[in-house]
Every structure is written in structure tokens, then in C-alpha cells.
């Protein structure tokens, strides 16, 4: 009870940034989902090459979102970053589906990581706007496609979600307090 009780209020009062990276294919929307959490609007951005750094008070919990750039030669140096990671915000594009067998193996690389083993895993499945017929999947398709059910020994959750109109994200954050409250 006392680990409990300290930990708690270690996250919620002494204002500990709570580390977590939001990774994903180029183009799936990181950063736009970024800035419209923070920032409550669409913001446009180029392709991100490097990091962006948002610090975000929610629900008591500090929250340090960083996003990474997902171009594939940018790829290989995300894991300098996964040190002290208590979440993962993977972002999908559901409008993609042709690279969703190359997001599974990002995944995959992401769910072996030393450094991760015990961070929560939160799957973002992002452009919900657009239209089922042209092809956008829903969320239990791209579920489906990523194997997440086959994970184990991993606490995680998939959203459907919308980056331009903000559909799914609050939820999504929601799911993280909620369990990082109880770890
Ligand atoms: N329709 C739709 N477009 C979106 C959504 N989210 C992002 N986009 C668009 O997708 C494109 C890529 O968005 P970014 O946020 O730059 O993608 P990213 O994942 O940060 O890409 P990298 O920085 O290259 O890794 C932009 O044109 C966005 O406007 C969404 O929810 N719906
Ligand atoms: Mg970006």
C-alpha cells in the first residue's frame, strides 16, 4: 500500500514528466495527433525529421509526448529514445493499408525492446474521417492486421481515431491515466 500510495503521488504531485513516445509509419498522423492533444487544433507540419516535445498537464498526470519521425531511414534511431518510456502511442494510418504488414513489424520490433517490456501500449488507428468505401479500415481490421491479439503479457488498448476532428483522442488519453494510475 505505502509503494502504491508513494508512487501515485510521486506522478501526480511532484509533476515527474511521464515519458511517452508516439511512433508509427511516416505519414500515419503523429504529429498531428501531438498537436491537436496539446494544442487543441490542427496544426500542419512537414515530415518530422528529429523529435518534437510537448509537455501536457492531463487528469494530474504530467505527461511528456514526444513523436518521433517514422520515415524509414529515421526508423533505426527511435530506440535512443526508449529509456524510461512508460507508454507507447503507436499511430496508424487506417487509410494504409498496403503498409500495415510493415507497421506489424515495426510493432514487433517495438514489443521486443528491452527497454519497453513493461510500457503500456496504446494503438492509435488514425484518419477515421475518411471514407469505409475508399478503402479506410476500422479499427478491428487494423487490430486484426497487427496481430495485437497475439500479444502478451502487455497491457494495451486500440482507438479509433481522428486527428483532424479529434475523434478518439481524449479516450485514448483516458485509457493511459487510468492505467498508470493503477501501476
Ligand atoms: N484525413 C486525415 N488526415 C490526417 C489525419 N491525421 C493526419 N492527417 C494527415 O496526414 C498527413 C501526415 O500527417 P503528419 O502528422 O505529418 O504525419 P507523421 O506521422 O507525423 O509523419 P512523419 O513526421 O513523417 O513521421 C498530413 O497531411 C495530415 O494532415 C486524420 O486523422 N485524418
Ligand atoms: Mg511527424
Redesign the pocket.
Known amino acids: 500500500m505505502g509503494v502504491t500510495f508513494s508512487s501515485l503521488w510521486s506522478r501526480l504531485f511532484s509533476k515527474r514528466e511521464t515519458k511517452v513516445l508516439i511512433l508509427?509509419?511516416?505519414?500515419?498522423?503523429?504529429?498531428?495527433?501531438?498537436y491537436?492533444i496539446t494544442m487543441g487544433a490542427?496544426v500542419?507540419?512537414?515530415?518530422?525529421?528529429g523529435s518534437n516535445h510537448e509537455i501536457y498537464d492531463y487528469k494530474g498526470v504530467r505527461f511528456g509526448l514526444i513523436?518521433?519521425?517514422?520515415?524509414s531511414s529515421?526508423r533505426s534511431s527511435w530506440s535512443q529514445y526508449f529509456a524510461d518510456t512508460e507508454a507507447i502511442i503507436l499511430?496508424i494510418?487506417s487509410?494504409d493499408a498496403a503498409r500495415l504488414s510493415l507497421a506489424k513489424t515495426e510493432l514487433q520490433k517495438l514489443t521486443k525492446a528491452d527497454e519497453l517490456r513493461s510500457s503500456l501500449l496504446l494503438v492509435l488507428a488514425?484518419?477515421?474521417?475518411?471514407p469505409a468505401e475508399e478503402g479506410r479500415l476500422t479499427p478491428a481490421q487494423v487490430s486484426e492486421a497487427l496481430g495485437l491479439t497475439d500479444l502478451r503479457e502487455r497491457e494495451w488498448q486500440i482507438m479509433g481515431?481522428?486527428?483532424?476532428?479529434g475523434l478518439g483522442l481524449m479516450e485514448g488519453m483516458d485509457w493511459l491515466v487510468t492505467k498508470l494510475e493503477a501501476k
Open positions: 508509427g509509419l511516416d505519414n500515419a498522423g503523429k504529429s498531428t495527433i501531438l491537436r490542427v500542419a507540419s512537414a515530415p518530422t525529421v513523436d518521433l519521425g517514422g520515415q529515421l499511430v494510418d487509410n488514425n484518419k477515421q474521417d475518411l481515431c481522428s486527428a483532424l476532428t
